[in-house]
């Protein structure tokens, strides 16, 4: 297990690519990181980082001025100056739920164009199972088409950071999966992680297939517990019992856990969603039934509709003389990704009755816009004060810190109804009801 310096290339500029190039670099590797982007390539350079995450951009910074990290647009010189190539592109959902490999398929063509020695592709994007064994092919033929034969292998070592925590996260995992095959590379791997692997056994190997399967597994896994606590939080609401009693009775015995069960309006983001239903897309592929997989991606979806449902049950179908306060847009705290943010099936609702949004978010304000453009019927507020005014009420969809303790006094003068619906479940129901307020929060016994 030596400490050596390994030279490392990163292909995918987005956030488990950026994220991983930084805290190699960080921990003395010489890290290459390539995007086909040339223009946000040059951004980089210049230490822009194209998306908001805690404590990447000095990671980013720190790295390149100590000529650490690079950032190329040339597939050839990527390929041409690690030995490690890890492919960290997109897979987004293709239309029936499988994952999109366009991206990496396009990666591992390049590698094959212009690798001239040994190298180990390492598979960092989350992709179905069997994807090592097809880049492996299709470098393959590349070579072949070369009319070359190298030696290389293919592995795959699956991310588990979270948005928004995701330098923390990859700095400190709680383990490090590698599905590879061969001692060397094996050893390679230990040398590699040697700076992350602390304090226990982090590392764990397996066959690239077990890799690839335990990303999907522990994604689905954690969804599952989220849509588990939202049913109850259903059952909660229908019976009259308060699902945040429920939460902490059920998470006190260890072998279910405080984490992930907080009821919501939903899970959102890039990951769960998607990979729901890409692993449900695997299994049918297999003849596998994936019923609970059916059913986690069902009530999520009944989830999302749940604050535009209570919405219209506190002010009627007819929205059209409304204006709803919108707190939080990002689909989590931390970020500015709205991507299946759960206010945007809130939002989609409010205008398809007729209503206005004003929203505020500490972070994602400009990443809606790009999706939503410029319209009338969505004003954006530069404080959260402001998103209240003549509005009639509000609506809280993302937990950023700033939303905990607001002024529930300014709250009800400012609201033509003294009306909060909370999607996080962050105020206590007994001391809005004592200021006259009326709240309605997700499985709370109303
Ligand atoms: C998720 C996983 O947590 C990471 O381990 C994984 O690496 C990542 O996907 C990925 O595959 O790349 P992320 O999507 O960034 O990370 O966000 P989470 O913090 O997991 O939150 C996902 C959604 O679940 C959010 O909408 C959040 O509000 C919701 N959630 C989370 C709940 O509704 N309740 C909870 O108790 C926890």
Redesign the pocket.
Known sequence: NRATTMKISIFGSG??GLVQSAIFADVGHRVTCMDVDADRIERLRRGDIPFFEPGLEAKVISGVEQGLLSFTADAAEAVGASDYLFICVGTPAGSDGSADLRYVMSVADSIAQHMEGRKVVVNKS?VPVGTADAVEARISEGLTARGVSLPFEVCSN?????????VT?AMSPDRIIVGARSKATIDEFRQMYRAFNRNHEKLMFMDPRSAELT?YA??AM??T??SF??EIATIAEAVGADVESIRKGIGADPRIGY??????????????PK?VLALRHLAEAQGCPAQILSAVNDTNQRQKQKLGQRLIACLGEDLSDCTVAVWGLS??PN?D?MR???SRTLMETIWAHGGKVQAHDPQSMAACQAIYGDRDDLIYCENKDDALANADCLVVC??WKTFWSPDFDTIKRTLKHPIIIDG?NLYDPGQLEALGIHYYAIGRGR
Do not use: H, W
């Open positions: 956030y488990v989350t699956p991310e588990f950071l979270k948005e928004g925590a995701a996260d990303k522990a994604n954690l969804a517990k989220i606590i939202n984490q992930f069960i907080y009821p919501g309006a939903g899970y959102g983001g890039s990951c769960f990979d689909f989590k970020t990704d299946e943010a759960p993302t937990e996080r």
